[in-house]
């Protein structure tokens, strides 16, 4: 049962250009999103959210586009960086502060000089 | 910044023995949240905890775990009677509260069972 799907397991990109990487869910009652970033033996870091009432929230070099007709969601990193090189996770949630996160398997994102 | 800090690092235990992890919250936090990650899956909420009591919690989480808050700054998961399949990264994490509220989690503590 994967309500968040993140399709591509690893995502390549040169220094400098941009990152899309996506993220699809089936639940229509999640509305909240979040994008969390992971190094290895580290806990998630949260980058960047989005509630369902927005199709966009902008921080610095994090875009999160959301499209609640297709049930995508999509982070861009511009330009992307090499400390950007690591897994993203997308993750969702239904309610309010007790409901816990519903977690996609994760893409990893290798910026290339 | 404040953040979530959890011991210990990593921990090594026979099957069947019990284990505490612990977790400090970010201070002001009212929610406080535990999951899981096997190695090579997705990170899986275990339950969450608000007021002093169990909020929500997921089927992963039957009767061999607990959470309690045992004082003002603390937070804990028991395992009882591990598993090998209770090996896993777990992964504290708390929140402000109320809607739509960013969850902020712990480094993690690798539990080894053997």
């Known amino acids: 049962d994967q309500q968040v799907k993140q399709n591509s397991p690893s995502l390549s990109v040169q220094e400098g250009r941009i990152s899309i990487l996506n993220c699809d869910y089936t639940?229509?009652?999640?509305?909240?999103f979040l994008w969390y970033k992971k190094y290895p033996a580290e806990g998630p870091t949260f980058l960047i959210s989005?509630?369902?009432?927005?199709d966009k929230n902008e921080d610095g070099r994090f875009t999160v586009f959301l499209n609640k007709s297709a049930k995508h969601l999509s982070l861009h990193i511009v330009p992307s960086q090499p400390g950007d090189s690591a897994v993203y996770f997308c993750a969702a949630s239904d309610g309010g502060g007790a409901d816990g996160l519903t977690f996609g398997k994760g893409t990893h994102l290798i910026i290339q000089p | 910044e404040p953040e979530v800090t959890q011991t210990p690092s990593h921990q090594v235990t026979q099957m069947g023995q019990e284990v505490i992890l612990r977790c400090v919250p970010i201070?002001?936090?009212?929610?406080f949240y535990w999951y899981r990650q096997i190695l090579g899956q997705k990170v899986e909420f275990l339950v969450s905890?608000?007021?002093?009591?169990?909020?929500?919690k997921s089927e992963i989480f039957d009767d061999q775990f607990s959470v309690e808050r045992p004082d003002g700054s603390n937070f804990t998961l028991k395992i009882r009677s591990t598993k090998l399949e209770d090996s896993a990264m777990y992964f504290c994490?708390?929140?402000?509260?109320?809607?739509?509220?960013?969850?902020?989690f712990g480094p993690g503590t690798r539990l080894l069972v053997l």
């Open positions: 905890f608000y007021n002093n009591e169990i909020s929500e």
């Open positions: 201070s002001n936090h009212l929610y």
């Open positions: 994490a708390s929140s402000p509260g109320g809607l739509g509220e960013t969850q902020y």
């Open positions: 639940n229509s009652m999640f509305d909240y």
């Open positions: 989005i509630s369902s009432i927005k």
